[in-house]
């Protein structure tokens, strides 16, 4: 009972989040150069009145705060309106592209937290030796790329050097990419690597400090062999806390699909909002990103709620 | 035979080759209880620490060997060591609440370690060892996890864990540290009982000499690494012949020794008398009720209290962990909001939070804190920390501010040049003192004190309550003690409160209230803390002729 009124205050607190947000997007497009008419009516050489109907068309004559009212009220309606530049319904483009991210978000994480879990424990169980620093030097050089450059050197390799895998993951439209698997390989390989990296790094020092606790060094006083001191002392403890971690890493893919689906052309979400944000597609961009942080919000509360559940001092304060 | 427990020539260094014991030696017996005192840094936990053929990171053994039960520890290979570990020897940690793995219930801590037992046996050997240590043995309690035991059931938990495979030694680090003396007179007397009935050497590690006085049959003194002094714990306590044994016993404070304690005479107060008490009371508190609330509860942490403190007058408020005390204090300073009730200053009513009291008002009243290292700014060098009161509190120029910050460190009886340091470079003992320097530096008229020695060693203890007296006599302060140790009190106090549950149980001046008690909750306090002078004239039972110190 106190868990559902817990889980309902947290969902409550992250949907609260969501106008603020709105705003925040809202404002970024405005203060961008140029607007949608432009790009509407690009290479069409318009003359003034047709730039000044498209812009009435469009509601582009009106106030700011009037144009935000009219689309977050349409929001709660759960109307996203349309494209400005080929008045495609945002609702319809974000159903036939969501299913693509979803799908590679869900395999890139489905990898990542095993991944960062495993080589942060690895790690952190052996600080400052020297799998811990191999580990270290690795993880941060690939925290330090760019995700674009990563992905520009598998393609490089994978795709123009051995001839293994496509460069770049296009597909009929009609398809689902699990249809095509070889487009899927380079831009999932991208996205774990980089979100694995710094996830693991977060995960070491969690671990690390854990391995440095009492009541690890009581475990081991009380004779326990090192693996079930690692197993049932370090482990359990370190967990906890890494899973709002890796929570904020889902950011890092969200973020992440944006530039990767670019680089590799895959029909996602990602790519569409940067085609957007190059043509002012106002509705399009504001759509998309709300989609992209309800995700975000629904991984950090899921965390929030694991972390509570899995934690017996956070549970029993419940 | 050999005894049971052989610690010869043990030296270890660390890793800058320092040595961290020197040729360390010592036996003891089956159901001989050995109690190793010194000061922090001396090399008593590491010393402890060997008997279970463990050495902290970063050290390593030079010379020397540990055996135990005719098992050699020192120079074995980890794996072998280990299983000596909890078998063998066990061990009980400092500080049970950190020690103990926080997501793992009670029966599983326990259930752990029991190895070649069928299920059956490790139930009833759960059951059997809840009982020994007395804590309660019922599917629910097996079921909590640490977090929600007390700090003494904590500590008992620790205990069973040691006793749960029945080891033939028990190694205790300082287990009583951090338990209130109720609680600890408690969790001793049982492990005196456990001794005796399983017949198990006992190490008890410890800087309270009236514990160990009380509790060993024999001690070893350590200084620096060293051995300098060991022999029957009772007589080599009463006359000790080590010059460093000696500064230490006569660092005890005794509450019952009001007067006649060794201490009194290195802690002294005015020649004749506490020093002159004014006749106006400058803070009064009237009918004080205080809480905390959390998840829709209150815990009351202060009920209908009232006080009185005259200028130049000493009031300690005692009680258990808990009982309010602390939150009565940070209440006179605004760092808590009453429920009820007026805090008085010169008659005139003090607004309930610090944010809204008077530039004047926050300079009259200064607050030190129990952990001088979390209350002093890491980042700030001290002479920053201490000047700022003065800028702040006492407008006093940038110039003329650095000229005070070394008189006050004079005054704090530490060398000056200590300004340019930061906290982290300094002893507890030094930031202790640069904490009431800082306290000083506003000129107050009250000093509110929240446990000041107990993160601290014995020897440091009693020089700064002595500075403490000093303080008052030269500055006619007028302080505010909170204490929950009655030998710290009997030195300072003029007058003592005991608290319980938020309530006061006793009010009186200080020598009435600790000689002749009244209250039966006042009665039980005296009776619990560890008196020096009481453990040395008590049955001076012949110990063990297991061993003899080396």
Redesign the interface.
């Known amino acids: 009972m106190r868990v559902a009124r817990f889980l309902f205050l947290r969902t409550l607190g992250g949907l609260a989040m969501l106008p603020p947000l709105s705003v925040l997007v809202f404002a970024a497009i405005e203060v961008l150069p140029g607007d949608a008419a432009v790009y509407a009516l690009a290479g069409q050489n318009p003359s003034a009145e047709l730039m000044a109907e498209t812009r009435h068309r469009l509601g582009l004559d009106r106030s700011p705060p009037e144009r935000y009212l009219d689309w977050f009220s349409g929001l709660l309606q759960a109307d996203m309106g349309r494209s400005a530049i080929n008045g495609q319904s945002v609702s319809a483009v974000i159903e036939g592209r969501i299913g693509n991210t979803v799908i590679l978000g869900v395999l890139v994480i489905l990898l990542m937290v095993p991944l960062a879990l495993a080589v942060g424990v690895f790690a952190g169980t052996r600080e400052g030796r020297i799998g811990d620093r191999v580990f270290s030097l690795i993880t941060l050089c690939l925290v330090a790329i760019p995700e674009f450059v990563l992905a520009a050197a598998l393609i490089v390799i994978f795709g123009f050097g051995l001839k293994l895998l496509p460069a770049t993951s296009i597909f009929p439209v009609e398809d689902s990419p699990l249809m095509h698997p070889t487009v899927l390989v380079l831009p999932v390989a991208t996205l774990t690597l980089v979100a694995a990296s710094g996830a693991s790094r977060q995960v070491r020092v969690g671990v690390a400090d854990v391995m440095r606790?009492?009541?690890?060094?009581?475990?081991?006083?009380?004779?326990?062999?090192e693996r079930?001191v690692v197993l049932?002392?370090v482990i359990?403890?370190a967990v906890?806390p890494s899973l709002q971690v890796l929570a904020g890493s889902v950011g890092v893919v969200i973020g992440g699909s944006v530039i990767v689906e670019t680089v590799f052309s895959y029909p996602g979400l990602g790519s569409a909002l940067a085609a957007a944000v190059t043509t002012r597609d106002f509705a399009l961009v504001e759509g998309i990103v709300m989609v992209l942080a309800a995700a975000l919000i629904i991984a950090y509360t899921a965390a929030d709620l694991a972390v509570s559940l899995l934690?017996?001092?956070l549970r029993?304060?419940l | 035979m050999n005894p049971l427990v052989e610690v010869e020539g043990l030296t270890i260094e660390d890793h800058a080759g320092r040595t961290i014991l020197h040729e360390v030696s010592f036996s003891v017996g089956a159901g001989e209880a050995v109690g190793v005192v010194g000061e922090s840094g001396s090399g008593k936990t590491t010393t402890a620490?060997t008997l279970?053929g463990?050495v902290r990171h970063g050290l390593r053994v030079v010379s020397g060997r540990v055996r135990v039960a005719d098992a050699e520890l020192t120079g074995r290979p980890e794996k072998e060591a280990?299983?000596?570990?909890?078998?063998l020897v066990?061990?009980v940690?400092q500080?049970p609440a950190?020690?103990?793995?926080?997501?793992?219930r009670v029966g599983d801590q326990i259930t752990?370690?029991l190895t070649g037992m069928t299920a059956a046996e490790r139930a009833a050997r759960v059951a059997e060892t809840l009982d020994l240590v007395e804590l309660p043995d019922d599917e629910d309690f097996r079921r909590k996890?640490p977090?929600?035991l007390s700090g003494g059931q904590q500590q008992r938990l620790?205990l069973a864990?040691a006793l749960a495979?029945r080891p033939k030694v028990l190694v205790l680090d300082e287990p009583t540290t951090g338990l209130d003396v109720i609680t600890q007179a408690a969790v001793l007397a049982h492990l005196d009982r456990i001794r005796r009935d399983l017949k198990v050497g006992v190490i008890l590690v410890s800087h309270d000499l009236a514990l160990v006085a009380a509790h060993t049959d024999r001690v070893v003194v350590m200084y620096q690494g060293r051995v300098v002094e060991a022999g029957f714990s009772r007589s080599l306590l009463a006359r000790p012949s080590h010059e460093y044994t000696r500064g230490l016993v006569a660092a005890v404070v005794d509450h019952r020794a009001l007067g006649g304690s060794p201490a009194r005479a290195v802690i002294s107060a005015a020649p004749d008398g506490p020093p002159a008490i004014g006749p106006v009371s400058l803070l009064a508190v009237k009918d004080l009720h205080a809480s905390h609330r959390t998840?829709g509860r209150a815990i009351v942490a202060a009920e209908g209290i009232s006080f009185e403190i005259r200028a130049g007058e000493c009031l300690a408020i005692v009680g258990q962990s808990g009982s309010g005390k602390t939150t009565i204090a940070r209440t006179v300073v605004g760092l808590h909001r009453a429920d009820h009730g007026a805090v008085l200053l010169d008659g005139s009513p003090l607004p309930p939070s610090a944010t809204a009291r008077g530039r004047d008002e926050l300079r009259r009243i200064q607050y030190i804190f129990q952990d001088p290292f979390a209350s002093l700014n890491p980042r700030r060098t001290v002479g920053d920390s201490i000047r700022r009161p003065l800028r702040v509190l006492r407008g006093m120029p940038e110039r003329e501010a650095r000229a005070e910050v070394a008189r006050l460190l004079e005054r704090v009886r530490i060398r000056k040049d200590i300004a340019a340091a930061y906290p982290g470079e300094l002893s507890g003992g030094e930031c202790q003192r640069v904490a009431i320097a800082r306290g000083l530096a506003s000129s107050p008229d009250l000093l509110v004190c929240d446990e000041i020695t107990s993160a601290l060693d014995v020897s440091v203890q009693a020089s700064v309550l002595e500075l403490i007296n000093e303080l008052r006599r030269d500055l006619d302060l007028a302080l505010l003690f909170i204490s929950h140790d009655l030998g710290a009190v009997s030195v300072v106090a003029d007058t003592i409160m005991v608290v319980e549950r938020g309530r006061c149980r006793e009010y009186g001046p200080a020598g009435e209230v600790l000689r002749t008690p009244q209250d039966p909750y006042t009665c039980r306090l005296v009776e619990a803390a560890p008196s020096l002078s009481e453990a040395l004239v008590a049955s001076t039972r012949p110990a063990d002729g297991a061993g003899v110190a080396k």
Do not use: D
């Open positions: 606790s009492r009541y690890v060094e009581l475990a081991r006083l009380k004779g326990l062999p079930r049932r002392h359990p403890n906890g934690t017996p001092k029993t304060a | 620490l279970l463990w280990r299983a000596a570990r909890g078998r066990a061990y940690p500080s950190s020690a103990l793995s926080p997501l793992m752990e370690i996890f977090h929600q620790c864990l495979n998840k």
